[in-house]
C-alpha cells in the first residue's frame, strides 16, 4: 500500500512511525516532510498548503491512502480534492473542518445542541464590540473568528487590553480576514485537558487524555506558542470525567456535527476546561494537537493504519484504538527567542537515549546531508517510562544527548500534573 502523509512537523513525524509499523505499507511519503522526518519517509518538497501540487503527485504517483493531518489543508479542502480523484484520505471535508476555520461556526453548534462552553457574543461590526467590552464583566476573552496560528486569543484582564485586542483584530486587519469577525467569551477556570478522539462520523473513541504547556516559559508564564510540551495522561481526567465528556461533549458533537449535514471523519481534538460547573469546551481542532499526538502516539497499543482505515470506512466500533497503562512526556526544544524571532541553521546533534524516541520538527538537511535547525520549534524528546515521574525524569535527561546550540526548553513540563497525582 502507498500511503502518504500531509505535513512537516513533529506531529507528522510521530504519525509517520506509528503508521512504520505496519508491513503493509510497501511505501511512505510526507509532503513537505523535513530533515528529520526523510530518515522514516521519503519526504517530498510540495507545502501542506499546496493543494493542487499534493493532488497531482497522489494522481502520478498511484497513492492508495492519505493522512492530512495540519489544519490549513483540511480547512482548504484538500480532502475533498483528493476523494473527488478516488484517493481515501484521513481527515475531514472542507465542511466538517469548519468546526475549527470557524471558531463561530464551532460555537453556534454547541448553542444549537446544547453542548457546554463558555458564554459568548458573535460581533461584526468593530463599534457594537467596543461597546459591550466598555461595560461586560472582566477578565474577558476575545477571540478571532478564522485560523490566527494559534495567536488568535487574547485574555484581556483590562478593558484597555480589551479594546486593544478588538481594535486590533477588527481595525488594524492584525490577523487578516480571520479576525473581521469576532467572539467575546466569559472567561472559565479550572485546569485543561486536550482530549484527541477517532470518530467516523458515528462512533467516538477518545484516546489517551494529554496536557498541553501553551506558554513560552515555565510557570505558564510569557507569549503563548504552538506548545513547548505534554504529558499523557492527564491526572485531572478522571474516570468519571472521561464519562461526563463522552455523553455531555463527545457523543453530542458527533451527532450535532451528522445532523448539520457533515459529519466528522479523522481526529476530532476536545480543548476542554474541568470548571467547578462541569467540563466545557474551550475549542475544538479538526487534527491531531501538536504537540499531543507526540506523546499519545507512542502509547498506542494497536495498529494505526488500520484504525486510519476504519474511520475511514465506517467501522471504527470494530477496529477501537487500545492505550498502555504508561505515562508519556515530550519535552520541546525550540530555538531561542521562539514564538519571536531567531536564528536558525544549527547543527543538531542527537544521541539515542534509552526509553526515548525523537521527533523532527523545524530541521532541514544540507546539501551534505547535515540536520540542521530552520524552524521554531526544532524538536520533542519524547520518554514513555512506568509512572509519569520516571516520564519526566527520563524526557529531561535525554536533552543532555540531543540538541543544538540555540535550543531553548522550559524545565517545568510535567510538574503540574506530578502536583495533581501527589
Ligand atoms: P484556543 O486557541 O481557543 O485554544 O485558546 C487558547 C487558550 O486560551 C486556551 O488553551 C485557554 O488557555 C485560553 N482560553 C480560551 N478560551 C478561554 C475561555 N473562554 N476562558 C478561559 N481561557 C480561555
Ligand atoms: N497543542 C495545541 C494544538 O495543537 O492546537
Given at each position: 500500500m502507498?500511503?502518504?502523509?500531509?505535513?512537516?512537523?513533529?506531529?507528522?513525524?510521530?504519525?509517520?512511525?506509528?503508521l512504520k509499523k505496519n508491513a503493509g505499507i510497501t511505501e511512505l511519503y510526507c509532503l513537505p516532510g523535513?530533515?528529520?522526518?526523510?530518515?522514516?519517509?521519503?519526504?517530498?518538497?510540495?507545502?501542506?498548503?499546496?493543494?493542487?501540487?499534493?493532488?497531482?503527485?497522489a494522481v502520478e504517483n498511484?497513492?492508495?491512502y492519505a493522512v492530512v493531518a495540519p489544519d490549513d489543508p483540511l480547512v482548504l479542502g484538500t480532502v475533498d480534492r483528493l476523494n473527488a480523484e478516488g484517493i481515501?484520505?484521513?481527515?475531514?471535508?472542507?465542511?466538517?473542518?469548519?468546526?475549527?476555520?470557524?471558531?463561530?461556526?464551532?460555537?453556534?453548534?454547541?448553542?444549537?445542541?446544547?453542548?457546554?462552553?463558555?458564554?459568548?457574543?458573535?460581533?461584526?461590526?468593530?463599534?457594537?464590540?467596543?461597546?459591550?467590552?466598555?461595560?461586560?464583566?472582566?477578565?474577558?476573552?476575545?477571540?478571532?473568528?478564522?485560523?490566527?496560528?494559534?495567536?488568535?486569543?487574547?485574555?484581556?484582564k483590562t478593558r484597555g487590553e480589551a479594546e486593544t485586542a478588538v481594535r486590533e483584530m477588527m481595525i488594524s486587519g492584525r490577523f487578516g480576514d480571520s479576525g473581521r469577525q469576532i467572539l467575546i467569551e466569559q472567561c472559565l477556570t479550572g485546569p485543561e485537558v486536550s482530549v484527541l478522539a477517532f470518530t467516523d462520523g458515528v462512533t467516538v473513541c477518545p484516546m489517551i487524555s494529554s496536557m498541553d504547556h501553551k506558554r513560552a516559559h515555565d510557570g505558564n508564564e510569557g507569549p503563548n506558542t504552538g506548545g513547548?510540551?505534554?504529558?499523557?495522561?492527564?491526572?485531572?481526567?478522571?474516570?468519571?470525567?472521561?464519562?461526563?465528556?463522552?455523553?455531555?461533549?463527545?457523543?453530542?458533537?458527533?451527532?450535532?456535527?451528522?445532523?448539520?449535514?457533515?459529519?466528522?471523519?479523522?481526529?476530532?481534538?476536545?480543548?476542554?476546561?474541568?470548571?467547578?460547573?462541569?467540563?466545557?469546551?474551550?475549542?475544538?481542532?479538526?487534527?491531531?494537537?501538536?504537540?499531543?499526538?507526540?506523546?499519545?502516539?507512542?502509547?498506542?497499543e494497536n495498529d494505526l493504519l488500520t484504525i486510519m482505515l476504519a474511520v475511514t470506512d465506517g467501522t471504527l466500533d470494530a477496529n477501537r484504538p487500545v492505550f498502555s497503562d504508561k505515562h508519556a512526556c515530550c519535552v520541546i526544544e525550540a530555538s531561542d527567542g521562539y514564538p519571536g524571532k531567531y536564528a536558525s541553521g544549527f547543527p543538531v546533534k542527537s544521541e539515542p537515549y534509552p526509553g526515548t524516541e525523537i521527533f523532527y520538527a523545524g530541521v532541514k538537511l544540507t546539501d551534505s546531508g547535515e540536520l540542521v535547525t530552520s524552524g521554531g520549534r526544532v524538536l520533542g524528546i519524547t520518554a514513555v517510562a512506568d509512572s509519569l515521574a520516571e516520564a519526566v525524569k527520563t524526557a529531561y535527561a535525554a536533552t543532555g544527548k540531543t540538541g543544538f546550540e540555540n535550543a531553548y526548553y522550559r524545565k517545568d513540563i510535567g510538574a503540574e500534573a506530578l502536583k495533581a497525582v501527589r
Amino acid at each position: 500500500m502507498k500511503v502518504m502523509v500531509v505535513g512537516g512537523g513533529g506531529r507528522e513525524h510521530a504519525i509517520v512511525k506509528s503508521l512504520k509499523k505496519n508491513a503493509g505499507i510497501t511505501e511512505l511519503y510526507c509532503l513537505p516532510g523535513n530533515g528529520g522526518i526523510a530518515a522514516d519517509a521519503v519526504c517530498v518538497p510540495i507545502g501542506a498548503k499546496d493543494t493542487d501540487g499534493i493532488v497531482r503527485f497522489a494522481v502520478e504517483n498511484g497513492i492508495d491512502y492519505a493522512v492530512v493531518a495540519p489544519d490549513d489543508p483540511l480547512v482548504l479542502g484538500t480532502v475533498d480534492r483528493l476523494n473527488a480523484e478516488g484517493i481515501p484520505c484521513f481527515g475531514p471535508t472542507a465542511a466538517a473542518a469548519r468546526i475549527e476555520g470557524s471558531k463561530i461556526f464551532a460555537k453556534q453548534l454547541m448553542k444549537k445542541y446544547g453542548i457546554p462552553t463558555a458564554e459568548f457574543r458573535v460581533f461584526t461590526d468593530p463599534g457594537d464590540a467596543l461597546e459591550y467590552v466598555a461595560t461586560c464583566p472582566l477578565p474577558t476573552v476575545i477571540k478571532a473568528d478564522g485560523l490566527a496560528l494559534g495567536k488568535g486569543v487574547i485574555i484581556a484582564k483590562t478593558r484597555g487590553e480589551a479594546e486593544t485586542a478588538v481594535r486590533e483584530m477588527m481595525i488594524s486587519g492584525r490577523f487578516g480576514d480571520s479576525g473581521r469577525q469576532i467572539l467575546i467569551e466569559q472567561c472559565l477556570t479550572g485546569p485543561e485537558v486536550s482530549v484527541l478522539a477517532f470518530t467516523d462520523g458515528v462512533t467516538v473513541c477518545p484516546m489517551i487524555s494529554s496536557m498541553d504547556h501553551k506558554r513560552a516559559h515555565d510557570g505558564n508564564e510569557g507569549p503563548n506558542t504552538g506548545g513547548m510540551g505534554t504529558v499523557a495522561p492527564n491526572p485531572y481526567y478522571t474516570d468519571s470525567v472521561a464519562d461526563e465528556c463522552m455523553k455531555t461533549i463527545f457523543l453530542p458533537t458527533v451527532r450535532a456535527m451528522a445532523a448539520e449535514g457533515c459529519p466528522f471523519k479523522g481526529c476530532l481534538y476536545f480543548g476542554l476546561m474541568l470548571t467547578t460547573d462541569g467540563p466545557k469546551v474551550i475549542e475544538y481542532n479538526c487534527r491531531f494537537g501538536d504537540p499531543e499526538t507526540q506523546v499519545v502516539l507512542p502509547l498506542l497499543e494497536n495498529d494505526l493504519l488500520t484504525i486510519m482505515l476504519a474511520v475511514t470506512d465506517g467501522t471504527l466500533d470494530a477496529n477501537r484504538p487500545v492505550f498502555s497503562d504508561k505515562h508519556a512526556c515530550c519535552v520541546i526544544e525550540a530555538s531561542d527567542g521562539y514564538p519571536g524571532k531567531y536564528a536558525s541553521g544549527f547543527p543538531v546533534k542527537s544521541e539515542p537515549y534509552p526509553g526515548t524516541e525523537i521527533f523532527y520538527a523545524g530541521v532541514k538537511l544540507t546539501d551534505s546531508g547535515e540536520l540542521v535547525t530552520s524552524g521554531g520549534r526544532v524538536l520533542g524528546i519524547t520518554a514513555v517510562a512506568d509512572s509519569l515521574a520516571e516520564a519526566v525524569k527520563t524526557a529531561y535527561a535525554a536533552t543532555g544527548k540531543t540538541g543544538f546550540e540555540n535550543a531553548y526548553y522550559r524545565k517545568d513540563i510535567g510538574a503540574e500534573a506530578l502536583k495533581a497525582v501527589r
